[in-house]
């Protein structure tokens, strides 16, 4: 018993292992829709989005085991963003894009507008498609509960990035989608195009065209 307690305590201290790496991105674009967002994702795949500094109730959701090894070998490309990465090339400005990590008191940031280091866009478009499908969530969310005639409009959407490989984190639109699909009070199209997504997310099966 004790052995295995200690086996225990071991574990739980890897999973809180206060020198992982956690991925911090943020875009600053103002006059675009929104201005500002922000992507965190911790060393155990959990993320967090937000389109305020401040905001205390941020979207959270997982992502898988893949794409989490994917976005973490990237970062190690970039040697943990310990130099810089912008192109310097006078290019149309895009945003003010923040990539930092952060492990134990160890802190790296990198700020640019444009790189053309191929692991640096390829991050880039990995936080991008993070912030697509928050708010492809937030979207379903919000027409699920306040619109229904839109929910149709909402599935189809989101059934469309996931076609066009821009969605990450697929479970995390289970809960809503099986909601839609068992409530006879949304449009028939509305509950058959989420449930060819839910099937899809579950078994693989290709959400209709």
């Not at 992982?20 to 959990?46: C, E, H, R, W």
């Not at 821009?166 to 028939?188: A, C, F, W």
């Amino acid at each position: 018993m004790r052995g295995f307690l200690l086996l225990l305590a071991a574990g739980v201290a890897i999973a809180a292992d206060p020198n992982a790496p956690n991925l911090f991105y943020s875009k600053a674009f103002p006059g675009s829709d929104p201005a500002y967002i922000q992507v965190t994702v911790d060393s155990d795949g959990q993320v967090e989005y937000k389109e305020a500094p401040d905001d205390d109730l941020p979207l959270k959701f997982k992502l898988t085991d893949t794409e989490k090894t994917e976005v973490f070998a990237l970062a190690e490309k970039l040697d943990w963003f310990k130099r810089p990465i912008e192109s310097g090339l006078k290019v149309a400005f895009m945003g003010t894009k923040t990539f930092r990590c952060e492990r134990g008191t160890e802190k790296h940031e990198q700020q640019f507008n444009y790189s053309e280091d191929p692991a640096a866009k390829g991050l880039w478009d990995w936080f991008e498609r993070m912030t697509e499908s928050a708010q492809h969530r937030v979207n379903l969310d919000r027409a699920a509960k306040y619109d229904k005639l839109g929910v149709f409009k909402a599935v189809s959407q989101l059934g469309a990035a996931i076609e066009a490989k821009r969605v990450v984190g697929l479970e995390q639109y289970l809960p809503t989608l099986d909601r839609i699909i068992k409530n006879e009070s949304y449009m028939h199209a509305a509950r058959a195009r989420a449930s060819e997504i839910a099937d899809y997310i579950r078994n693989g099966k290709p959400p209709a065209q």
